[in-house]
């Protein structure tokens, strides 16, 4: 079996006992020019994989810093063929693993199979489906698998055991895990739900765990780098690139990075 970048990648952080930094962006956000460039701003900081968000109407799961993204993101003109192009520019310059971060209304109209060899040409590693039931869940899986691509599933603090062994039987690459119920956004402080769902899950599968909805800061990616495998941050630069002034946001997104893979990195210690 060959390993796709996302595994190759934890398998290098677990070698020198390093969490990863998965950094979201929504592409097209502020346009879809713009990614590429706030993609390597994020690896030069320190990020090891990339979830890039297709933007959507309806994003029933992600809170309002997000939502605003999108619309942005549709405003400038961004389709699924669009963020394919931008993974291609990206993978033309970098080898980080990506991930589409997506729902399922746009897969579906693309098409399972159509979607998953377009990825695969691009140099998309793998799919995250944020409301793709992972009951219903097995013909998406084999049209990606069959072309050699990771698919990411959620699990949350709710999800029953039988929901943790469809998930450890479906996942590849790695499990989300979220660390509350609700919506993607910042909060104060780290779930308590983090520790005890990290271990619980560790008993159905082997795979890298990476925890996130809610992490903002180096602190709170030290309390999560100190148990999961990947920490997750999304509404944090998706807030910087909507509020930082153009000819500063590079050098913006790069600091957050830095200080957010060392904050996780800290964890460790």
């Known amino acids: 079996m060959i390993l796709t970048r996302i595994s190759q990648r934890f398998n290098e952080l677990r070698a020198k006992n390093e969490p990863a930094l998965i950094a ?7 346009n879809p020019e713009a990614t590429v460039e706030i993609v390597a ?19 029933i799961a992600d809170g309002p810093v997000i939502m605003r993204a999108s619309e942005r993101a549709l405003a400038a003109g961004t389709t699924v063929e669009k963020v394919l192009i931008i993974a291609a520019e990206i993978r033309k310059r970098s080898e980080i693993p990506l991930v589409l971060f997506t729902y399922l209304n746009p897969v579906m109209r693309y098409g399972f199979s159509a979607l998953a060899k377009r990825a695969k040409e691009v140099g998309v590693d793998g799919f995250l489906l944020t409301d793709l039931s992972v009951e219903e869940a ?20 709710t999800s ?17 895990v979220v ?17 005890p769902l990290v271990e ?61 893979k060392q904050g996780a990195l800290g964890g460790r210690k």
Do not use: H
Not at 41 to 59: C, H, K
Not at 179 to 195: D, Y
């Open 138 to 157: 097995e013909s998406f899986v084999e049209a990606v698998r069959s072309v050699g691509l990771d698919t990411v599933f959620l699990v949350a603090p």
């Open 200 to 260: 619980k899950l560790r008993r159905f599968t082997g795979l890298p765990l990476g925890v996130g909805f809610g992490i903002s800061s180096a602190a709170q990616a030290a309390e999560v780098g100190a148990v999961a495998d990947g920490v997750v941050v999304g509404s944090a630069f998706v807030r910087a690139i909507e509020n930082t002034p153009s000819g500063e946001l590079l050098d913006t997104i790069e600091r957050m990075a830095k200080d957010l």
């Open 160 to 176: 029953t055991e039988r929901r943790l062994e469809l998930v450890a039987k479906y996942c590849s690459g790695f499990v989300y």
């Open 41 to 59: 701003a994020l690896e030069r900081g320190g990020a090891d994989l990339i979830e890039l968000g297709v933007p959507f109407s309806d994003p």
């Open 179 to 195: 660390s509350r119920t609700g919506v993607t956004g910042e909060q104060a402080q780290v779930s308590s739900n983090v520790k």
């Open 24 to 30: 979201y962006v929504t592409a097209g956000d502020p």
